[in-house]
């Protein structure tokens, strides 16, 4: 079992830069492949980045290829996503979430356990 819970959301001005983090609690958070995804009502939820349980290899979407950067301390039991450049279309609750296979990592249906979410808000 792993709890996430995420934090560093907020409003920003369109260019401007977030750090969103993701602390979970359990004590096998090492070997669990890591994603963030985002969603805006009305719409399905969106792959945004996703990490290996070892931070070797990391995914990213399109949309925010070049802008974001995910990366994880397992010592630490947190996962960030660093986002610069931030654009209005970027406005959405974002979501991390935890999987036990590192495969089909932008497959939101495959992650076992998800956090609450936490409110990104860019301005134009």
């Known amino acids: 079992q792993v709890q996430l819970v995420e934090s560093g959301g907020g409003l920003v001005q369109a260019g401007g830069s977030l750090r969103l983090s993701c602390a979970a609690a359990g004590r096998t958070f090492s070997t669990y492949a890591m994603g963030w995804f985002r969603q805006v009502p009305g719409k399905e939820r969106e792959f945004v980045a996703a990490i290996s349980w070892s931070g070797v290899n990391t995914y990213y979407a399109d949309s925010v290829k070049g802008r974001s950067t995910i990366s994880r301390d397992n010592a630490k039991n947190t996962v960030y996503l660093q986002m610069n450049s931030l654009k209005p279309e970027d406005t959405a609750v974002y979501y991390c979430?935890?999987?036990?296979?590192?495969?089909?990592?932008?497959?939101?249906?495959?992650?076992?356990?998800w956090g609450q979410g936490t409110q990104v808000t860019v301005s134009s």
């Open positions: 979430a935890a999987k036990s296979k590192s495969v089909a990592l932008t497959t939101s249906s495959t992650y076992n356990y």
